[in-house]
Structures are given as structure tokens and as C-alpha cells.
């Protein structure tokens, strides 16, 4: 029998950030400390916002990463606010990754493709992060 097909990401550009979702507090901080980034220099999870964008560089590795900070919102809220401030963030993400490149004016489908697949990917990891299956495994786990 024939092997199966296999299909690559379809990634519009090579971004030179790593980018990461924190849905937690706790998760923020935790990968701070993975990241070995000084306690002295860890920016706020949120700044009192909904949703925040942070920039690092790897001291050690020198990757860029960007850290895409949401605060979970139980069933009450409506998914579409979710939805629209990852697509926000994803523009900042966009915005920087644009600045790395030193791509000044990106055509407006290339633009429009980046921040879809972009917010593709955000909005399908915060679904992984705060499913209820997910949430109930965590929950199990501190007992």
C-alpha cells in the first residue's frame, strides 16, 4: 500500500520570531523563568489590558520571540471578543515581525495572509490551551 501524503505548514513567511500564547498569569511567569529573563525585567502579564504583545530576545540562543499574553474568560463570554482581540494582537505580531524584516510597505494581500494565517494559529492554540478537556486534566492534576 502507498504511504499517505504529507502536507507542510503553510506558513506565508519565514517569521524570525518564535511566537508564543499565555493564557494564565502563572503561565506568563513560568515561562519568563524558562526563558531565563531577570525577575527585574519581566514586563506585565497584561498592563491591565485585555490582551498584550510582548518582545524578548533569547539571551542564551539570541531567538526572537514574541509572547502573545490573553486573559482566559470563562463560557460567559462571548467567543467573538476572544476571537477579535487575538486577531488585534496578531496585528502587533505582524507589525514586528514587519519591523525585524525591514518590510516598510508589505502589499496589502501579503499583509492580509500574514495576519490570517497568523491569527489562524493563535486562535486554534487558545482553543488547545482553555478546552474543557485541557482545563479538567490540569484540575485533576493538583488533587
Known amino acids: 500500500m502507498a504511504a499517505k501524503s504529507k502536507w507542510i505548514v503553510r506558513a506565508i513567511v519565514e517569521s524570525p520570531y518564535c511566537i508564543g500564547l499565555c493564557v494564565t498569569e502563572n503561565q506568563f511567569k513560568n515561562e519568563m523563568k524558562r526563558l531565563r529573563v531577570p525577575a527585574t525585567e519581566w514586563p506585565h502579564w497584561l498592563y491591565h489590558k485585555k490582551a498584550a504583545v510582548h518582545c524578548f530576545e533569547q539571551s542564551t540562543s539570541h531567538d526572537l520571540l514574541v509572547l502573545v499574553c490573553i486573559k482566559t474568560y470563562g ?3 462571548d467567543p467573538n471578543i476572544i476571537i477579535g482581540l487575538l486577531i488585534h ?8 515581525i514587519c519591523l525585524e524584516l525591514g518590510e516598510r510597505e508589505p502589499s496589502a494581500e501579503f499583509e492580509a495572509y500574514s495576519i490570517q494565517a497568523i491569527s489562524q494559529r493563535l486562535i486554534a492554540k487558545y482553543s488547545e490551551l482553555t478546552s474543557v478537556k485541557n482545563i479538567k486534566k490540569k484540575k485533576g492534576k493538583k488533587k
Open 75 to 77: 463560557s460567559e463570554k
Open 89 to 96: 494582537e496578531a496585528v502587533h505580531v505582524w507589525q514586528r
